[in-house]
């Protein structure tokens, strides 16, 4: 793969609407953001990691990408000055787009006979993130949205990294966003899947995930710097619709495949951003294959309870956490907050929730895995000493 450096990430999400917040609170905080929001499901209670931004655009989901974008806008003008708008492309991931808009649009259709002033189908189609973000910036390469629920933003990654490998453009927005909905708080719970109390990953007593939303952006060219992609793996078991394959087997091959792709060996590998949904299945399953391919000693852990479960926008929302934790410079780890009560039925992962290692990680991997058996494991890599 040719080079592929990371630039310019930008995120709004439940730990905060910018990166020194975000990354401080990454590291630091020991009690979830997440809170009780009313108004998605008919029984109120379910905690959510909900994002306090300004609704600027024409939906909620596009006005978080409006939030991320500040930071990026600088950088792109000077891209466009260097290799032209029509060389930068825009690939984005989500589940949602502005289905929030289309769910009140209906509900105003039932009371009214009509739809509300404003509204248009083409708010709530996948493509509009994409569009949005291009409109936003002026760029006139290729722009699409994947979605492929929760490995949407991080195949995002990996789909720009493409790009540039062929030679199709110079750089690529990547990244993605997804808002809270009442498609995903209805459906998930209709799938028994979410917990009415603060999701506990890996714990003996966890009852399932807490939704959140974010956008979360950067920047890929070739440019060196501080942080570039070294590899990706994806694979797709197809085991179920909706739960993953019982052993992990697609998750475990794509973690090696990432390793295959960097050119790399499992102990090269010194922190894993884990899927970590704290559902019942996701848990024992990533458990496994984590310890067959590191080992019982590997430091890892998940980020959920610090953001909820962004669904389309996590691999991206990941794999920046990895970056700021290839950057800290103290070995400092994202918090991995739960109970502390293991499971004997997961694979025992001892390191699991370390805060601190003894040296700054050189070599990050993010593990996305979605509905379908759709994996992904991505691998960041820290440049320079």
Known sequence: MEACYLHQIAAVCALGNDIATISEALFTTT????????????????????????????????????????????????????????????????????????????????????????FHYQQQEMSAPAEFVARELQILGPAWTISTACTSSAKAIASGARLLDLGVCDAVVVGGADSLCRLTLTGFSSLEAVSDTLCNPFSINRKGINIGEAAALMILSREPGAVRLAGY???????????????????????????????????????????????????????HAVARVFGPNIPCGSTKPLTGHTLGAAGALEALFCYLTLTDGDGRLPRHLWDGERDPALAALSALGAATIASPPRFAMSNSFAFGGNNIALILERCGE
């Open 31 to 118: 009690v979830s953001p997440l809170k009780v929001v009313d108004g998605y499901l008919p029984e109120p209670g379910l905690p959510v990691g909900k994002v306090d931004v300004p609704l600027v655009a024409d939906t909620r989901n596009n006005s978080l990408l409006a939030a991320a974008l500040a930071p990026l806008r600088q950088a792109v003008e000077v891209l466009k000055q260097r290799y032209g708008a029509e060389r930068i492309a825009v690939i984005l991931g989500s589940s949602t787009s502005g289905i929030a808009e289309g769910e009140a649009a209906v509900a105003h259709h039932l009371r009214t006979g009509e739809f509300p002033p404003g």
């Open 233 to 287: 793996g994806e694979t797709s078991d197809a085991y179920h619709i909706s739960a993953p394959h019982p052993e992990g087997r697609g998750a475990e091959a794509a973690m090696r495949t990432a390793l295959a792709h960097a050119g790399l060996q499992p102990d090269d590998i010194s922190y894993i951003n884990l899927h970590g949904t704290a559902t019942e299945h996701n848990d024992q399953m990533e458990s």
